[in-house]
T-cell receptor, first 111, second 113 residues
Framework: QKEVEQDPGPLSVPEGAIVSLNCTYSNSAFQYFMWYRQYSRKGPELLMYTYSSGNKEDGRFTAQVDKSSKYISLFIRDSQPSDSATYLCAMKSQAGTALIFGKGTTLSVSS | DGGITQSPKYLFRKEGQNVTLSCEQNLNHDAMYWYRQDPGQGLRLIYYSQIVNDFQKGDIAEGYSVSREKKESFPLTVTSAQKNPTAFYLC????????????FGSGTRLTVV
């Protein structure tokens, strides 16, 4: 079992839809959880950061962490064509020295 | 503006040649990382360095080498021993511990011709 699993998609939605992106993980020591957005041929940029369990909201984006289920989610409300990108989840334990990434989900939002 | 600069953006290499990818940061971050990204494979860690003059192998270090002589710089050399070097290479940096994530560079696309 891989440490972090992420459905690669592709996921296609119409403009204005609510998008749900998810990752599961196996290491119960993970405490730091991030979502990165990567446009084609660009470097990833940090979108959301969450420590331990709970929700975090930033504009149209909400990140959720459920440590009991080892499951994290990113919700995008009122999706826009500019949200079309690959979304990578990443996580880390306190003792870890590097982030562990999911393989990324490719999202396409059509106008 | 602070950030990470990777150069060049595109690089072509003949088989059997070594090539060096540049990564410079002015964020005063202690740790730096190199990742390789292939379609369907996600990000795979090549090398990382948490302090000057020290670095550790990641998951796929074979055929690569690095140096960390300055805090700001972490160049990656792709050697002729790397059997499949064509990929998108990403450099990242973080404050010590990386608990709050990385800042990434814009990447270098390496193609072997």
């Amino acid at each position: 079992q891989k440490e972090v699993e992420q459905d690669p998609g592709p996921l296609s939605v119409p403009e204005g839809a609510i998008v749900s992106l998810n990752c599961t993980y196996s290491n119960s020591a993970f405490q730091y959880f991030m979502w990165y957005r990567q446009y084609s041929r660009k470097g990833p940029e940090l979108l959301m950061y969450t420590y331990s369990s709970g929700n975090k909201e930033d504009g149209r984006f909400t990140a959720q962490v459920d440590k009991s289920s080892k499951y994290i989610s990113l919700f995008i409300r009122d999706s826009q064509p500019s949200d079309s990108a690959t979304y990578l989840c990443a996580m880390k334990s306190q003792a870890g020295t590097a982030l562990i990434f999911g393989k990324g989900t490719t999202l396409s939002v059509s106008s | 503006d602070g950030g990470i600069t990777q150069s060049p953006k595109y690089l072509f290499r003949k088989e059997g040649q070594n090539v060096t990818l540049s990564c410079e940061q002015n964020l005063n971050h202690d740790a730096m990382y190199w990742y390789r990204q292939d379609p369907g494979q996600g990000l795979r860690l090549i090398y990382y360095s948490q302090i000057v003059n020290d670095f550790q192998k990641g998951d796929i270090a074979e055929g690569y080498s690095v140096s960390r002589e300055k805090k700001e710089s972490f160049p990656l050399t792709v050697t002729s021993a790397q059997k499949n070097p064509t990929a998108f290479y990403l450099c990242a940096s973080s404050p010590d511990g990386a608990n709050y994530g990385y800042t990434f560079g814009s990447g270098t696309r390496l193609t072997v011709v």
